[in-house]
């Protein structure tokens, strides 16, 4: 380390350093004394989006959408928008949106809210009316009508039958047990494998034959009952068949007026599906385990056989561990003000009914009221 010369004279002041003199004119503002003081943290935290959302991101024309479409169902339904003047985005939209969720549960118990996206509205807050049907599936079996399609005293009525059942497989959309990649055909195979494994297991020979036959069985009668069906829709001659029909006992009397009803519900509907129509995911989006609408609607092989039974069973369990439900609802959106309640479910109620009431009838046949 070099030694300073003996000679030099240290300043009694510390020189200022050049380029930091504050003349009196750029004196530093007095702080504020508030929070933000400094201007610490001036900058804005965006939400987290998905990437396949990026509409999300435009928070100004999300929540203009939003609150402008929940006035519109205050207004209607008479309920009141929260002040969230002091809360951020998104948790502004969603403290209002569970805010108006209670206030419509008390004064219509029936109805539900969703935010629904728009071509040009990103989030639309929309009244949802879903229709009046427990969660349990719609089951309609084919033994019976098999044995009625084969017996000749059921002659008169089989067309009829028929008639009813092209309409629940075409315009209803039924899912059948023979039909590949249905939901009724994957519950139907799963019941195949669990007794084929019993049959493997099987000791006795007349247990395997039994079990054999019986599947073999249930696949015959869902072949041959969904083949007349398709050849009855090809050629279209229902409401002839129907005109046609002279009923001459009490239950062929039920029997032509449902078919005029299922008749009168095509012609007044002729664009409308139930199943096709049906919305997925609106009713519990949160919910990953969901009754889907495929679900709902089924033929069955239905003449209480084990193959029969397990395939029930596993379709009960997948109905108990839903937490989701899709069934047929109305919807109505609010991205306009409305001067009344349109949500419309006839055709959907009308459906759910005359699926009821042609199961009454097959188990009416069923049981020899015929």
């Given amino acids: 380390m070099a030694n300073l010369p003996a000679n030099r004279k240290l300043s009694s002041r510390v020189r200022r350093v050049a380029g930091r003199q504050r003349g009196q004119e750029n004196q530093a503002p007095s702080s504020s004394g508030s929070q933000f003081a400094h201007r610490f943290m001036k900058h804005k935290f965006w939400p987290v989006c998905y990437a396949d959302r990026p509409e999300l991101a435009k928070y100004g024309k999300v929540q203009q959408s939003f609150f402008n479409s929940a006035k519109n169902v205050a207004s209607l339904y008479k309920l009141t928008i929260p002040?969230?003047?002091?809360?951020?985005y998104p948790l502004n939209v969603h403290h209002c949106f569970?805010?108006?969720q209670e206030q419509l549960a008390v004064v219509s118990p029936d109805?539900?809210?969703?935010i629904m996206q728009g071509a040009d509205q990103p989030a639309v807050v929309t009244v949802l009316k879903p229709v009046k049907m427990e969660c349990q599936p719609y089951h309609i079996p084919?033994?019976?009508i098999y044995k009625m399609l084969r017996n000749k005293k059921c002659k008169r009525i089989n067309p009829v039958i028929l008639g009813i059942l092209a309409m629940l497989y075409d315009k209803f959309e039924f899912s059948h047990y023979r039909d590949p990649d249905s939901y009724m055909w994957y519950m139907y195979q799963s019941a195949d494998e669990m007794l084929q494994e019993d049959i493997f297991d099987s000791p006795s020979p007349e247990d395997y034959n039994y079990l054999e036959d019986e599947i073999t069985f249930a696949y015959k009668v869902g072949d041959q009952v969904i083949k007349r069906v398709r050849n009855f829709i090809k050629y279209q001659r229902f409401p002839v068949i129907v005109s046609r029909f002279k009923p001459r006992t009490p239950i062929e009397k039920e029997l032509k007026a449902l078919a005029v009803r299922f008749i009168a519900l095509d012609l007044t509907y002729p664009d409308k599906q139930l199943v096709e129509d049906i919305p997925e995911g609106w009713l519990d989006p949160e919910q990953d385990q969901r009754v889907h609408k495929n679900m709902?609607?089924?033929f069955v092989f239905g003449d209480g056989s084990y193959l029969d039974d397990s395939a029930i069973s596993f379709i009960d369990a997948d109905f108990q561990n839903a937490y989701g439900l899709d069934i047929p609802l109305a919807a109505q959106y609010f991205d306009q003000p409305?001067?009344?309640e349109c949500l419309d479910?006839?055709?959907e109620q009308s459906c759910i009914q005359l699926?009821?009431?042609f199961d009454n009838i097959i188990r009416k046949l069923r049981n020899g009221k015929y």
């Fill in 83 to 88: 002040d969230t003047a002091g809360i951020p």
């Fill in 98 to 100: 569970v805010h108006l």
């Fill in 111 to 114: 109805l539900s809210l969703a």
């Fill in 142 to 144: 084919l033994y019976p």
């Fill in 296 to 298: 709902l609607f089924s």
């Fill in 338 to 340: 409305q001067t009344k």
């Fill in 345 to 347: 479910l006839t055709y």
């Fill in 355 to 357: 699926i009821d009431d």
